[in-house]
Every structure is written in structure tokens, then in C-alpha cells.
């Protein structure tokens, strides 16, 4: 074999595997590529899945909460529609004006009128402090309508059965000051200081309606104007 054609030969091999090695290189970039872009549609997917998975788990979260705000204001709504007019009819036991003396009767009408008013649906907003406050007025009036014998109703033990409360139940002092007192002819204006227990009562189921509603709670959008401007 001539030199000149040796020199040719291995030019053409030389050439051969460059060519070849190009080509590995081309076909290894684009495999390098193409599990480029598969690891980032895979990413990309994953991500998809954890974005629907927190907003689902945010839903569930939010879902209840809507539910329950939507309840509580509902229920605000009906009851302070339903306290206002209970408020109301306790306007005749009220410390200021000082109305006329009360008799027995006008006592026995109270009690029917704050009766109706209970189940007429008013009675199904009452929270469980508030419902105490309304028995234990009622019960004042009842002492008032149906008693006749101060010796009876005097001692706790006696008032918890005349009232028919559970054991271990503490009346309030306005009670045990209605039980104590004398009461005669229905038709006669009733003791000073049976008026006064009524009152208190009275005055106690007022307050324990305004913190069911909050309506003498401060205003928080008022409280954050004034820090803002102060």
C-alpha cells in the first residue's frame, strides 16, 4: 500500500469517528433532553396535585367555618329580634320611672304575658344562663301569685321545693327576699321590697340578654378607627 493512500484511509476513519462520536454526543443530548422535560412534566404534575390537594383541604376547612358564620349570625338576628320584644314587656318592672305600686293580679298578668311570649318561639333562642335568669323571674312571680303562707316558703330547702328546682340549687337573694315577705289581698299593692326582688330579677334577665347578643359590647370597628387615629 502506497503512503499517499495509507495518509487517505486514515483520514476517512478519522473522519468516521468523528462523525460517529458527533452523533453519540447528539443522540445523548437529546435523551439528556427529553428526561429534562419529562422530569419537569412530571414536576410540574406533582405540583398540580399538591395545589388541588391544598385547595380541597382549604375548602373543607372553609367550608364549615362559611357554615357555622352564616349560623351564628342567623342566630343573632333571631334572637336579638326575639329579646327585643321580651325586653319590652319587663318595661313595667323597670327602676327608672318608678311606675305605679303593682298588685298580685298585675303580677299573675306579667307572668302569663312572659309565658306566651316563651312558647311563642322566644324560649327556643334562650342560651343557658339566660334561660336561669327568665325561670328565676318567673318563679319570683309565682311566689307572688301563689303564695299565701310566708311561714312556707322561707327556708332554701322549703323554696326549692315550692319552686320545684333541682338539689343543690342556690335561689338568688331577690328570691329568698320575695319568699320572706308578707303578701296579702291580691288586689292590694304589693310590699316595697317584693317590687324591688321583681326588679332585680327583672333587671338580671335584661343584663343576660345583652351579653347574648353583645349589644353593649364595644364595637370593634369603633375601637380600630380610634386606635388609628389616636
Same mark, same amino acid.
Given at each position: 500500500?502506497?503512503?499517499?493512500?495509507?495518509?487517505?484511509?486514515?483520514?476517512?476513519?478519522?473522519? #468516521?469517528?468523528?462523525?460517529?462520536?458527533?452523533?453519540?454526543?447528539?443522540?445523548?443530548?437529546?435523551?439528556?433532553?427529553?428526561?429534562?422535560?419529562?422530569?419537569?412534566?412530571?414536576?410540574?404534575?406533582?405540583?398540580?396535585?399538591?395545589?388541588?390537594?391544598?385547595?380541597?383541604?382549604?375548602?373543607?376547612?372553609?367550608?364549615?367555618?362559611? #357554615?357555622?358564620?352564616?349560623?351564628?349570625?342567623? #342566630?343573632?338576628?333571631?334572637?336579638? $329580634?326575639?329579646?327585643?320584644?321580651?325586653?319590652?314587656?319587663?318595661? $313595667?318592672?323597670?327602676?327608672?320611672?318608678?311606675?305605679?305600686?303593682?298588685?298580685?293580679?298585675?303580677?299573675?298578668?306579667?307572668?302569663? !304575658?312572659?309565658?306566651?311570649?316563651?312558647?311563642?318561639?322566644?324560649?327556643?333562642?334562650? !342560651?343557658?344562663?339566660? $334561660?336561669?335568669?327568665?325561670?328565676?323571674?318567673?318563679?319570683?312571680?309565682?311566689?307572688?301569685?301563689?303564695?299565701?303562707?310566708?311561714?312556707?316558703?322561707?327556708?332554701?330547702?322549703?323554696?326549692?321545693?315550692?319552686?320545684?328546682?333541682?338539689?343543690?340549687? !342556690?335561689?338568688?337573694?331577690?328570691?329568698?327576699?320575695?319568699?320572706?315577705?308578707?303578701?296579702?289581698?291580691?288586689?292590694?299593692?304589693?310590699?316595697?321590697?317584693?317590687?324591688?326582688?321583681?326588679?332585680?330579677?327583672?333587671?338580671?334577665?335584661?343584663?343576660?340578654?345583652?351579653?347574648?347578643?353583645?349589644?353593649?359590647?364595644?364595637?370593634?370597628?369603633?375601637?380600630?378607627?380610634?386606635?388609628?387615629?389616636?
Amino acid at each position: 500500500m502506497s503512503e499517499t493512500l495509507f495518509v487517505a484511509l486514515i483520514g476517512v476513519v478519522g473522519t #468516521l469517528f468523528t462523525g460517529l462520536a458527533a452523533f453519540a454526543l447528539g443522540l445523548a443530548k437529546m435523551a439528556t433532553d427529553k428526561s429534562l422535560a419529562v422530569a419537569r412534566e412530571q414536576g410540574a404534575q406533582a405540583n398540580a396535585v399538591l395545589l388541588r390537594d391544598k385547595d380541597l383541604e382549604i375548602a373543607r376547612l372553609e367550608v364549615p367555618q362559611t #357554615l357555622a358564620i352564616a349560623y351564628d349570625t342567623d #342566630l343573632r338576628a333571631q334572637r336579638l $329580634r326575639h329579646y327585643t320584644r321580651l325586653w319590652r314587656r319587663t318595661h $313595667r318592672l323597670a327602676k327608672y320611672p318608678r311606675l305605679r305600686p303593682m298588685t298580685a293580679a298585675e303580677a299573675a298578668a306579667l307572668s302569663a !304575658t312572659l309565658g306566651r311570649w316563651y312558647f311563642s318561639g322566644g324560649g327556643l333562642f334562650f !342560651t343557658e344562663g339566660t $334561660r336561669d335568669a327568665f325561670f328565676d323571674l318567673q318563679d319570683g312571680l309565682k311566689l307572688v301569685i301563689e303564695r299565701r303562707d310566708v311561714e312556707a316558703a322561707v327556708d332554701t330547702e322549703a323554696l326549692r321545693g315550692w319552686l320545684d328546682r333541682p338539689a343543690g340549687w !342556690t335561689p338568688p337573694p331577690a328570691l329568698l327576699d320575695i319568699a320572706r315577705a308578707p303578701i296579702g289581698d291580691p288586689a292590694a299593692p304589693l310590699p316595697d321590697d317584693v317590687v324591688e326582688g321583681l326588679r332585680r330579677l327583672a333587671s338580671r334577665l335584661r343584663t343576660a340578654m345583652t351579653e347574648d347578643v353583645l349589644t353593649r359590647a364595644p364595637s370593634a370597628l369603633g375601637s380600630s378607627d380610634a386606635a388609628a387615629t389616636s
